[in-house]
């Protein structure tokens, strides 16, 4: 078995924000290569994700953003707790799909949680919302969205 350094377990952590454990557990499952733990990191927190999935989600945020004052979008971002909903990547995570809807312009949640997220085509809106999921150990959800045009 490879030697899982802590500064390789460090290094995950500040790119995922997956728990020491989750991380330990996809580094020994790709034998210490960090490329391939990323990857595991990936399929177990979706699978962490959709167990969480049937949890009702009782707290939020909205968000606003507008753009140029000519495109305006709002967005409800959903959570288990309140303590979820200020957290600072909760917040940035809201504002960064506020930024996506005024871009994309979706039709509806579904389509926006397939669309490939306009500041990194790598992940869909859907991934960032599974990731977002695990690493808050909450369901989190897209409640629903409006956009303004001028």
């Keep these: ?18 728990s020491l454990m989750l991380i330990k557990k996809a580094l020994q499952e790709a034998a210490g ?11 177990l927190g979706h699978e962490k994700a959709e167990k969480k999935e049937d949890r009702e989600t009782q707290a939020g945020r909205i968000e606003a953003y507008i753009h140029g004052g000519r495109v305006g979008t709002l967005i409800e971002l959903r959570s288990e707790t309140d303590f979820v ?10 504002h960064d799909i506020a930024i996506h809807l005024a871009a994309m312009n979706p039709a509806s949640v579904e389509e926006l ?9 790598s992940q869909t809106i859907g991934d960032l919302v599974k990731n977002a999921s695990a690493s ?3 369901h989190v959800e ?8 001028l």
């Design 113 to 121: 949680l397939a669309q490939p997220f306009v500041k990194d085509e």
């Design 142 to 149: 897209i409640k629903r969205f409006a956009r303004y045009e």
């Design 1 to 18: 078995m490879a030697e899982i350094s802590a500064a390789l377990v460090k290094n995950l952590r500040d790119k995922t924000g997956a």
């Design 33 to 43: 290569d960090e490329s391939k733990a990323l990857e595991v990191l990936k399929k």
């Design 85 to 94: 909903s200020r957290n600072e990547e909760f917040i940035k995570l809201a």
């Design 136 to 138: 808050f150990g909450e």
